[in-house]
């Protein structure tokens, strides 16, 4: 039988954006991802996070639902236009108080809060002054760390300063396929060192404010592989693994930026400024691992001399993902006996599938029941082999605005009819309340 430690934590996780919808409630300002969903063309359907899940209204029901499956901790983020409606002076009341019953709501159920700072909703405000390739939006980062932590943490102890700065610089900055949609490599880059910056110097501020909090970062990985033994094939795998992974495991780990990496991209780099380095290799009490899937790449010399990314062929999720529960496994180890943080967590892992409601009112979802199953049974293994795997977050409590494609995916424990608000357990959740009581994923 799979077993885990007895004190593991088992979770799930949101994000404010996509699940709040109130977007222009109660004082708060406009994020980038406002901007961008209202933009025509950039999101899937039109779809937009103006209601999104109404959690914003519903949030005393969405704790019931969480207590009744068992969820030992909660996973949300906090929006920082709610906040600081202009990214940074004017503090909006409203908008502290919201978090703080939330915080207090989720205590009284016996849920333990883990608050992500930033995923993803900037004030508008501060991307009309330059964004994240603007080092002011790290300055306005930690203003905004130090009013959310004054406010927050003496209840919350569990702290993550970024979620994904892999996907927000690049999605962002490089590819536009995020907020706010721009496609400027020499975006991308400053945009990469004020992230980690403002992570870095946020650190210490959360220490300071919430004492005894354990704080860390969210990263999103994943083992890039080569299609074949070639070493040509090899090369090109540790290239991406340099441009997704190690861009950012390399520095907080104190390491700097990869060299091999920051020669590809054959630019001066001269944003750094003296310090930021150390600033951003700050001790952190954990790292947060987001783990959907690997990618595999191949050279491409014979063509424009960049290596690329082969499609795979094995079991996929509606995302188009490869289902590969073994990644899951080589990545834990791989960072605990490379990097050695003192602790790990699994902050996100989960699929997208067409979930339908059936005649019987239940959504009947074995597919993601499997696909949870087995990325449990690696990260049992991986725990087994040594590495400090404290707890895991699915993605998602409930389906939400998936960004670019809006509500047409589908990542939910719990289903959402969008047009009445309802929310129904899929058969994953009751699955999962299970596997937090009998503390096996083989239930
Ligand atoms: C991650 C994001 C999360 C969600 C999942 C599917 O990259 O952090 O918000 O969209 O992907």
Redesign the pocket.
């Known amino acids: 039988m799979t077993t885990f430690p007895s004190d593991f934590i088992w979770g799930a996780a949101t994000?404010s954006y996509?699940i709040e919808g109130a977007w222009n409630a109660d004082g708060k300002g406009e994020s980038i991802w406002d901007r961008f969903s209202h933009t025509p063309g950039k999101v899937w359907g039109g779809d937009t996070g103006d209601v999104a899940c109404d959690h914003y209204h519903r949030w005393p029901d969405d704790i019931r639902l969480m207590a009744d499956l068992g969820l030992h901790a909660y996973r949300f983020s906090i929006a920082w236009p709610r906040i600081l409606p202009d990214g940074r002076g004017q503090i909006n009341q409203a908008g502290l108080d919201f978090y703080s019953r939330l915080v207090d709501g989720l205590l009284e159920a016996g849920i333990t809060p883990f608050a992500t700072l930033y995923?993803w909703d900037l004030p508008q405000a501060l991307q009309d002054e330059g964004g994240w390739p603007a080092r002011t939006t790290a300055e306005a980062f930690v203003e905004y760390a130090d009013v959310v932590s004054q406010h927050l943490g003496d209840r919350v102890k569990n702290w993550m300063t970024l979620?994904?700065p892999w996907?927000i610089a690049s999605l962002g900055y490089l590819m536009g396929v995020h907020a706010p949609g721009h496609q400027d490599l020499d975006e991308m880059l400053p945009a990469s060192h004020h992230l980690l910056l403002a992570h870095g110097w946020a650190v210490p501020v959360l220490r300071r404010n919430s004492p005894d909090a354990e704080v860390g970062i969210v990263l999103?990985l994943g083992p890039q592989v080569p299609a074949s033994p070639s070493a040509a094939d090899r090369a090109a795998a540790r290239y991406f693994d340099g441009v997704t992974n190690r861009w950012y495991l390399d520095p907080i780990s104190g390491r700097g930026y990869p060299a091999d990496i920051v020669q590809s991209y054959q630019r001066e780099l001269d944003y750094i400024q003296p310090g930021d380095m150390d600033a951003i290799a700050v001790p952190i009490d954990f790292l947060g691992v987001?783990y959907?899937t690997r990618g595999i790449h191949r050279d491409n010399a014979a063509k424009d001399n960049l290596p690329e990314t082969v499609h795979h062929t094995g079991e996929s999720t509606e995302m188009g993902w490869e289902v590969h529960p073994e990644s899951l496994y080589d990545l834990l180890g791989r960072l605990h006996f490379e990097y050695r943080f003192p602790a790990l967590y699994v902050t996100?892992n989960g699929a997208a599938y067409p979930d339908l409601l059936s005649d019987d009112g239940h959504v009947h979802d074995a597919d993601r029941i499997s696909y949870l199953r087995r990325h449990f049974q690696s990260a049992a293994r991986a725990i087994a082999a040594g590495v400090p795997l404290k707890g895991y977050f699915v993605?998602s409590l409930m389906d939400n605005f998936?960004?670019s494609f809006g509500y047409s995916k589908r990542?939910g424990l719990v289903y959402v009819d969008y047009e009445t608000q309802q929310r129904i357990p899929k058969d994953s959740a009751l699955w999962y309340k299970r596997v937090i009581e009998t503390n096996t994923p083989d239930a």
């Open positions: 994000a996509q995923h979620n994904e996907v999103n987001n959907y996100e993605w998936e960004w990542f």
